[in-house]
């Protein structure tokens, strides 16, 4: 199966939109298609931003569907320990645990929506690809390998 870091705008994405490439990254997760890959610094940024007021305004489901989806989730993912920070400096310091987590994974992909913030890394890694959850879903190739 094939690991993947899922960003938190995808996650996000997924419970506030009715349909769409994020909804189906995360339901490809929840049916075992795809291993997302989590850690501590993952976990707390995906339960911090859900619970966001706004989050929930947008939401269509009520916050104990949301808890319920969630649970679900983060059952199938594969919790990993980063203990070495890369550190690629990252326009968005904040987003430099998603390149840690892939590299300690071995995540070939880090699906997100905000493609520009990862893509100006000083540090690249051949084997690992950033792209949007439309780009991983139109790519047959990596989708079924």
Not at 13 to 34: D, F, T, V
Not at 71 to 80: G, L, V
């Amino acid at each position: 199966m094939k690991k993947v870091v899922i960003d938190t705008s995808v996650l996000i994405s997924a419970l506030i939109g009715k349909q769409g490439p994020s909804r189906e990254i995360i339901k490809a997760c929840l049916k075992q298609e795809l291993t997302p890959l989590i850690s501590n610094a993952l976990f707390l940024e995906y339960e911090d931003v859900s619970a966001r007021p706004k989050v929930n305004e947008l939401c269509p489901l009520p916050s104990y569907e949301i808890r319920e989806l969630l649970n679900a989730f983060y059952s199938r993912c594969q919790w990993i320990s980063v203990s070495y920070l890369w550190r690629p400096n990252l326009s968005d310091e904040g987003d430099n645990f998603l390149i840690e987590l892939a590299v300690a994974g071995q995540a070939r992909v880090i699906l997100t929506n905000n493609l520009r913030d990862l893509h100006n890394a000083e540090l690249k890694f051949d084997d690992l690809s950033i792209m949007s959850p439309e780009q991983f879903l139109q790519e047959e190739d990596v989708w079924q390998h």
